[in-house]
């Protein structure tokens, strides 16, 4: 292997779009009489937005945190519906709201005031989901504002009717935490009156956890994320514990091969002491590929398959690894990060991170392959 050979040239996230498509079947099966918001903001959770949209053709709508993505999907030619998680906040991005037919989350007495403000043209009405705070504390009006909310957004000419419902779940990953079932009761106390006047049917509770562990959840709309790329929503969960399979294979290639003898210091800071003669393994990865620079010594690996350990610090562009138990071990062997054989979850858990963090994080310097 030539020495000026760059990282990018053999660092590669391979995306199976065909397991994504699977993992959205799971959803469906565990709650199927929902229908499906795909959630695929932050460019799909690094796995690329536009790619993922053209794959799931079975989703009922998209979900996206901001206005650029929307707009990035339908620049694309995604015609399904899209829904703004985050909403709008100004004339202008209502505008946009209008003009690419997108749905909108409000959550905010802002907003109610920009919709109030604005006005639709040709007669247009836009879709809105009423976001209710019920325990997250983050986004959403106060249980005891929804019915005086609801009247304004009914007296509204813009907006299509009737307004659809929404919480979002804080603890559901924790299948052990009532909260979420206190969350539950709250949504349904809030709008009690919208119910039992048969005026609001469409309602969105169920996050991936939700779908996946609460079926006290399960409403009209459901909305998969993380199960979407082959993750587990539950703490300490795994992927296969629900059939999910990854998407995403983070994988790089062998670049030196060395023996080192015990008591050498290995990497920046000399943190790990070899503790007998081993054979060391150089990989192209490193933070500035998106993998962890906080990865323990101990985080597995897979070389030609098997289980070795990092070993040190991660630098920018290369880590470490024990390549001991190896044999016929060479320079150019492939080596996979996480994915297939080796999941995310465990490799997060060594870096103190959840595997949302570090599927989001992996840079443009990965070459990305898409598989079908």
């Known amino acids: 292997m030539s020495d000026n050979l760059t990282t990018s040239q053999v660092t590669r996230a391979v995306i199976d779009l065909s397991a994504c498509r699977h993992n959205l079947s799971i959803a469906k099966q565990a709650a199927p009489d ?17 790619q993922i949209a053209r794959a799931l053709t079975d989703a009922d709508t998209f979900g996206v945190a901001r206005m650029a993505e929307a707009v990035q999907l339908r620049e694309a030619g995604i015609r399904s519906s899209i829904l703004l998680l985050e909403g709008f906040s100004s004339i202008e991005e209502l505008n946009l709201v209008r003009d690419h037919n997108l749905e909108c989350v409000i959550h905010h007495a802002s907003q109610l005031e920009l919709l109030e403000a604005w006005q639709a043209a040709n007669g247009k009405k836009i879709s809105v989901y009423l976001k209710i705070d019920t325990g997250m504390h983050r986004l959403g009006f106060q249980p005891e ?9 009914q007296k509204n000419s813009d907006v299509a009717q009737p307004v659809k419902l929404m919480t979002h779940l804080a603890n559901a990953d924790d299948k052990h935490d009532e909260k979420t079932l206190k969350q539950v009761e709250i949504f349904y106390q809030s709008v009690e009156e919208c119910l039992n006047n048969k005026t609001h049917s469409e309602i969105s509770i169920a996050n991936s956890a939700g779908i996946l562990g609460w079926p006290q959840t399960h409403t009209r709309w459901h909305r998969p994320g993380i199960l979407l790329y082959g993750i587990s929503p539950f703490v300490n969960g795994v992927a296969a514990e629900h059939d999910l399979i990854p998407v995403m294979t983070l994988s790089s ?29 150089i990989v192209a990865i490193g933070y500035g590929d998106g993998y962890p620079r906080h990865a323990k010594t101990g985080t597995p690996v897979l070389v030609n398959g098997k289980r070795c350990s990092l070993l040190g610090r991660v630098s920018m562009d290369m880590i470490c690894v024990d390549l001991s138990e190896q044999t016929d071990v060479k320079v150019n062997h492939p080596v996979v990060l996480w994915g297939q054989g080796l999941p995310v979850e465990e490799v997060a858990r060594y870096a103190d991170t959840i595997s949302y963090e570090l599927l989001c994080g992996v840079t443009k310097r990965v070459e990305f392959q898409y598989i079908d």
Do not use: F, P, W
């Open 34 to 50: 929902s229908k499906c918001i795909a959630i695929i903001k932050a460019n799909a959770y690094g796995h690329g937005i536009v």
């Open 145 to 153: 504002n929804i019915k005086n909310v609801i009247q304004r957004l």
């Open 253 to 281: 290639k062998l670049i030196s091969v060395k023996e080192v003898k015990k008591g050498a210091a290995i990497g920046y800071g000399g943190t790990y002491i070899c503790e007998k003669d081993m054979t060391v393994g």
